[in-house]
């Protein structure tokens, strides 16, 4: 069997009365995506620490592809690398600047390391922005040059602690390329994010983390099949009929209906019942019910839930609230 890139057992870190990681297991596949969601303060940097070797756990065990962080650092260092939350580059230097000279105590040869540099100056889009002070770049291309900071030599395991926290919707796309960028050649990536739709659209399997705690593992299909619900989508022809058919989605799935910004639009969960097979039927009474009271659909569809509803369903809180931590 594949070593896996990660594997932690009851790994425990204590703060004097805080206990901030408590019993993490994981264990994380070689060449993924692994993604810890949470909100802040649940944990995940503090995980990624002890995994770098930068903080000594207090309990439980964790391996970096079969080698113990604590009695065997040096061979865990020689493997990752980490991007924390903030940039770590020199503002003052040029964008080639700060990649020469990381390259050259990395033990680059002159040559060697301006050759990285302008690759992956090139790759990650920044060649425009090579000879221009890291201080003068917008948000996004600082944590793209962070990055490509951390992959000058091309480790085995990339840690990248909450990488898009703060930028637009276009900068964080960016950074979203460069990590599927990373792992296509090869490298393993545990990601940490407040952000689900980036644990949505990265991450092979997640691990939700709350006070410490792995509260909910698996696939992002996995865990949105696992609290037993599906989606009701309904876009109305008549705006004037959403009050109505708000009650009648109500009354029916016995939950609180989402009023969209579309204001033909309502979105409201369906329980399962157990099976798919019952949210479906449970959808199709409402539908009917919306054709008693007269109310004319346009698009009616049932799908599964998304990620904030499992965030909400497991910890109680609206994922709305995780993104505003971060507002």
Avoid: C
Avoid at 208 to 222: K, L, Q, R, S, Y
Avoid at 246 to 274: F, H, K, S, W, Y
């Amino acid at each position: 069997m594949t070593t896996p890139a990660i594997e932690t057992a009851g790994l425990v870190k204590t703060f004097g009365d805080n206990r901030a990681v408590d019993g993490v297991d994981l264990s994380v596949p070689a060449g993924t995506v692994y993604g810890l969601l949470g909100p802040n303060g649940a944990g995940k940097t503090t995980v990624v620490r002890m995994l770098a070797t930068l903080l000594r756990p207090d309990g439980g065990s964790a391996r970096v592809f079969g080698h113990d962080v604590i009695h065997q650092a040096d061979a865990v260092r020689s493997r990752v690398s980490l991007t924390g939350q903030y940039a770590s580059v020199d503002e003052d230097l040029t964008g080639t600047e700060n990649l020469v000279l990381l390259a050259r105590l990395l033990g680059h040869s002159k040559s060697q390391a301006r050759e990285r540099a302008a690759r992956l100056l090139e790759a990650f889009g920044l060649t425009d922005a090579a000879d221009r002070q890291v201080k003068k770049y917008s948000g996004g291309m600082r944590r793209r040059i962070d990055i490509g900071a951390s992959i000058l030599n091309t480790p085995d395991l990339l840690f990248l602690d909450e990488p898009t926290t703060g930028l637009d919707p276009r900068s964080r796309n960016q950074v979203w390329d460069i990590v599927r960028l990373v792992v296509a050649h090869g490298t393993t990536v545990l990601l940490t994010t407040q952000y689900l739709d980036e644990a949505d659209r990265l991450a092979g399997r997640i691990a939700v983390i709350d006070h410490g705690t792995v509260i909910a593992e698996g696939t992002p299909g996995e865990l949105k099949a696992s609290i037993g619900a599906g989606t009701v989508h309904v876009r109305l022809r008549d705006p004037d009929q959403r009050p109505a058919a708000e009650r009648v989605l109500a009354e029916e799935l016995g939950t609180a209906v989402q009023l969209d910004p579309d204001p033909v639009a309502l979105t409201a969960r369906a329980e399962a019942a157990g099976s798919e097979r019952g949210a479906a039927e449970h959808a199709a009474r409402v539908l009917g019910r919306l054709a008693e009271a007269g109310i004319v659909v346009d698009d009616f569809s049932l799908g599964q839930p998304s990620l904030d509803e499992v965030f909400l369903a497991l910890t109680d809180r609206p994922a709305v609230a995780v993104e505003e931590a971060v507002a």
